[in-house]
């Protein structure tokens, strides 16, 4: 069993940064897939990056302006959001799913934190 608590949201100008942090219960933690999703008002929950084994993987919405990391001694996953858009206005959501998964399937991962909001003004 695996619990997921995202913190670290909040309002930003554009241009600005966020760190996000995931916190997670459970002492295999460090052998699942960790994922992050969102999902702006009046959309569908979208891919954004995950990490597994080291591998990183990013929507190309955010490639080169958003970077997964995890602590495994901390069972925290982290996501740094630079160059901030007001596109990327949404609740962002953290996954965790047993190694191997499609990282970019929601419906692939079993564990899901109660999400944090990323507001972006112009």
């Known amino acids: 069993q695996v619990q997921l608590v995202e913190s670290g949201g909040g309002m930003v100008q554009a241009g600005g940064s966020l760190r996000l942090s995931c916190a997670a219960s459970?002492?295999?933690?460090?052998?699942?897939?960790v994922g992050w999703f969102r999902q702006a008002p009046g959309k569908e929950r979208e891919f954004v990056t995950a990490i597994a084994w080291g591998v990183t993987y990013y929507a190309n919405s955010v490639k080169g302006r958003f970077t997964i990391s995890r602590d495994n001694a901390k069972n925290t996953v982290y996501l740094q959001m630079n160059s901030l858009k007001p596109e990327d206005t949404a609740v962002y959501y953290c996954?965790?799913?047993?190694?191997?998964?499609?990282?970019?399937?929601?419906?692939?991962?079993?564990?899901w934190g109660q999400g944090t909001p990323v507001t972006v003004s112009s």
């Open positions: 996954s965790a799913g047993p190694g191997g998964i499609r990282y970019s399937d929601q419906g692939a991962y079993g564990y």
């Open positions: 459970g002492r295999t933690f460090s052998t699942y897939v």
